[in-house]
């Protein structure tokens, strides 16, 4: 199959003037800021903890961008920290508290029809130096699609030794948030139905079941009381 970057079309760019992107360090700052003013403005939203202390902190943070030539950027940035020194084996010297472990960026660059025309890595912090070559593995999704059953494409092409395993499973989240993205920006998308004329996205999660009052409003055709008996 011809690779869709032979036809320049995976040209990577940032526009002059784009906010420039916090490190590893100030981006888990800036994570454990936001989370400590919940907390203080009794926005915590989960059950009150039990006394606790923290092991391990791991921040990803993921955008969409659409671009000028009609491509789209999606972007991935992970970092892994402890609130402790930590030894490492590969490391002569401790890794001071906050300081990264996991230093990970991910590009993917789309088109219109979701599918792969350009995956980029960045390894900035990594447990060895040789880990870094794991970047290029990523390109093994180039050309395929973002759409149901990417999942399994990823774990099926990226297991084991083939790749880093932090840097496939970043391509997971990266392609709901790339369809979160499209959906901000197309007005009316034409909901997708299957062969028989069902919509797809019924029954795909918890509020599409039949049953809930989110199908009943969307597809009242397709809509079924609690306990009327299954369709044939």
């Not at 402890?82 to 960026?105: C, M, N, Q, T, Y």
């Not at 996205?201 to 199908?215: K, M, P, T």
Request: with cysteine.
């Amino acid at each position: 199959m011809t690779d869709p970057r032979d036809e320049g079309a995976g040209v990577v760019c940032r526009a002059s003037g784009a906010e420039a992107l916090p490190t590893g360090p100030i981006l888990a700052r800036q994570s454990n800021q936001r989370i400590e003013s919940h907390i203080q403005g009794g926005l915590m939203p989960l059950s009150a903890a039990t006394a606790r202390r923290e092991i391990h902190h791991r921040v990803i943070d993921m955008k969409a961008y659409e671009r000028e030539d009609g491509l789209f950027d999606v972007e991935a940035h992970l970092v892994d920290s402890k609130p402790f020194a930590f030894e490492r084996a590969a490391s002569p010297e401790p890794i001071p508290p906050g300081e990264a472990l996991h230093d990970l960026w991910v590009r993917i660059t789309m088109d219109g029809d979701c599918v792969v025309r350009r995956i980029d890595a960045s390894s900035d912090v990594t447990p060895h130096s040789i880990c870094k070559g794991a970047e290029s593995s990523l390109e093994l999704m180039v050309g395929e699609r973002i759409a149901s059953g990417w999942s399994s494409r990823v774990k099926q092409r990226l297991h084991g030794s083939v790749s880093c395993t932090h840097l496939m499973e970043m391509l997971i989240p990266l392609a709901t948030t790339a369809l979160q993205g499209l959906m901000g920006i197309r007005k009316s998308p034409a909901r997708s139905l299957d062969a028989n004329g069902v919509p797809r996205q019924l029954n795909s999660c918890y509020a599409y079941e039949v049953h809930r009052d989110v199908v009943k409003f969307l597809w009242p055709g397709h809509h079924r009381a609690p306990d009327a008996p299954p369709q044939e």
